[in-house]
């Protein structure tokens, strides 16, 4: 795919088309590839991903495809080589003070990686189907105000779970938030939503509504700081033998960021608690933790670092199996060999723990990545001398 991409761009103009390829070879071991309590299986192994992005970009218009393909085998633990592919649609268009929007994407990957924010059900590898659609509108009221309404669906299937508790379901939102610019460094949001979970297979239906308010101040000319808060308000239908119980419930709704820019790097700071769809057949109650640094120790050379954990309970409050925590962590250095060849050294920590089990899992992991992008300012001078 990449071999048949590349040359489009030597026939398009450099302001306009655009043509990213990305590739990368990573050798690891892990000491405990399925993050299980009881037996532990450590593998070595190996990851080759490949990746593009192509579209066209204009002062009114923005449309964009990518497509990547990850493969992923194991030396001890065959039956978790995986094949994982993605598609990706973007596309903007400005049309006087508005602005609209439409994106899609297709995944198909495994349990191995998908369940990590929500069920947490690692220790095997299904496979799974994700179809998103989100359209957008934005409106601008005025030079400081503006509209934006917008909404999404997806729909996620699993194969070859009948002896897994993993249902498919279905997921959809609208929201509705306005903008208001009280200065340069100050500006207030107001945010209306709605979504609706579905899962077939166990006759599950939740509906939740929620209302926030929230602003982005910039402190000082390096650091930024954005965050929401508000309230939900969920309803659930849940079959029992006596037939369909009705249930509501309230709980909280926040969002917090962040940002904070160096000489030679950034930090970023994150946390969110909403109700995000699962595989368990019923929304959760999630708080979600991440933090970030890019720094530039000396020239060619970086320190990475990443972090993120899951806090997941049912909405209700009440017990429940998929009660857990989750907590990820991994620095690493880079070192750029050519501009667009560079070289990772990592290590990754994961810890999972289960309200209704005794024991935690931990996971140790260490990296060897070689990573290839290509530069867009040499193709679109290559591609601007060609077109002429």
Known sequence: MLGLLIPLSTWVHAEQWYVEPRASLQAFYDDNVRLSVASPV???????????????????????????????????????????????????????????????????????????ATSG?????????????????????????????GASYQEITYEDVELI??????????DLTLTYGLSERATLFGRASYAKYDADQVDTTSDSVGAEVGASYALSETLA????????????????????????????LFQLELKKTFDRGQLRVSADRSVVPSSSGTLLDT????????????????????????????PDGESSGYDRDYFSFSPGIRHKLTRSLSVDLSYRYRWQEYDSRDKDAVSNAVFLSLRYSMPRDPLSRWSGVKSQ
Request: overall charge neutral.
């Open 42 to 116: 450590s593998s070595s192994g190996g990851t080759a991903t490949g990746e593009v992005e192509a579209g066209r970009r204009s002062e009114i218009s923005d449309i964009g495809l990518s497509a990547k393909v990850i493969a992923r085998r194991y030396a001890d633990a065959s039956d978790l080589d995986e094949t994982d592919s993605a598609l990706g649609f973007t596309s903007a268009y400005q049309w006087g003070l508005s602005r609209f929007g439409l994106d899609a994407s297709f995944d198909y990957d495994s349990t191995l990686t998908s369940e990590i």
């Open 121 to 149: 059900l690692v220790q095997v590898n299904k496979r799974r189907e994700r179809v998103l659609v989100s359209p957008s509108w934005t409106y601008n009221l005025g030079s400081r105000a503006q509209a934006r309404a």
């Open 165 to 174: 508790p993993l249902f498919n379901y279905s997921f959809a939102t609208a």
């Open 225 to 252: 700081l954005t965050t929401y808060a508000g309230l939900r308000n969920t309803k659930a239908e849940t079959p029992t033998l006596l037939g369909t119980e009705e249930t509501e419930n309230s709980g909280p």
């Open 287 to 314: 708080t979600a933790l991440a933090a970030s640094v890019d720094y530039e120790l000396a020239p060619r050379w970086k320190f990475l670092f990443s972090a993120r954990g899951y806090r997941n309970r049912t």
